[in-house]
């Protein structure tokens, strides 16, 4: 088995349909590449909805282990090489065969981001090296379904420390960039469902703050897979630097900034001059201040 899609999903019967038929519409040949549905303990029609479709194994599970346990279970079911998790609400895009190809003439990657590079002058780049590898994918490996990532590395990487974390996949990804050569896709073969408009985790309530904040805890620790403060500091000003639109959202739409979370922001970006001047204050000001100002101004749509 060259390749196994796999799908971890928690109640997602919106779009569950729409993401398998995006996939079984290429007819793989069932021998090089299996579609894999691993369910989170979903309580809507999730399970019965995949069950309409013979070319997929399911995988149904009593236990919700949260998003990275049930991503890891996919690397854990899947019989391919290597293995591409898209969530419930993403659609398989371009020409999905090339890149099969791509896997079959060249079964040394350990990641291959296939979230599309037009810059690039051939159809892949080899990179040897994790921290160009991360460059010129702008760091957007972030988004799962952009990685295609060998199994058998997966299984070798630190796993359990990062279950929880929202981030299993970059931490895995960090890692296996420094054991094996790494691709970037011209083409974009990934894209979300344009159907799923709803507002995301990452812009509602806050959970953009923690969410960040997780990922640089991953940031902190880089040095123990050969990445120098360097870079980290480097990655690290990236999330910063997304900050200061995603706690005026959080505030105006009410949420409370506790101790341990700004302990949190001095401890991580206290090193970074402009956190005190402007992040700081950003994260004090009260919530209804904001949304008196924002009332009139209307910036909560514009947001």
């Not at 890891?72 to 090489?81: D, L, S």
Request: with cysteine; aromatic share 14%.
């Amino acid at each position: 088995m060259l390749l196994t899609i796999g799908i971890p999903i928690f109640n997602g019967q919106k779009y569950i349909a729409d993401a398998i038929e995006g996939i079984v519409k290429y007819n793989f040949d069932p021998n090089e590449v299996e579609i894999l549905v691993c369910d989170n303990a979903s309580t809507d029609q999730t399970v019965e909805l995949v069950k309409r479709y013979p070319e997929v194994k399911l995988f149904e599970h009593e236990e919700n282990v949260g998003f990275d346990g049930n991503l890891h279970r996919i690397f854990t079911y899947a019989k391919g090489e290597y293995v591409w998790a898209i969530g419930a609400d993403d659609l398989l895009i371009g020409d999905v065969l090339t890149l099969l190809q791509l896997l079959k003439n060249q079964k040394h990657f350990g990641a291959i981001f296939v979230g599309g590079r037009d810059k690039l002058d051939e159809e892949y780049e080899v990179f040897n090296n994790a921290e160009n590898f991360l460059l010129n994918s702008n760091f957007r490996s972030g988004f799962f379904p952009n990685n295609i990532i060998s199994k058998s590395l997966w299984m070798q990487c630190e796993i359990q420390e990062f279950i929880n974390s929202g981030w299993i996949h970059y931490a895995v990804i960090l890692q296996v960039l420094r054991l094996r050569t790494s691709a970037l896709t011209k083409e974009q073969y990934v894209i979300e469902n344009p159907s799923a408009n709803e507002i995301k985790s990452w812009n509602s309530n806050g959970s953009g703050l923690l969410i960040g904040v997780k990922l640089v805890e991953i940031f902190e620790i880089m040095s123990r897979w050969g990445y120098d403060k360097k870079f980290r500091t480097r990655l690290k000003r990236v999330i910063k630097d997304s900050y200061p639109r995603i706690i005026i959202v959080a505030k105006m739409r009410g949420f409370k900034i506790s101790s341990s979370l700004l302990s949190d922001f001095v401890r991580l970006f206290g090193e970074y001059p402009s956190f005190w001047f402007l992040d700081l204050w950003a994260l004090l000001i009260p919530s209804v201040v904001y949304k008196v100002i924002a009332k009139p101004l209307n910036w909560l749509k514009i947001l």
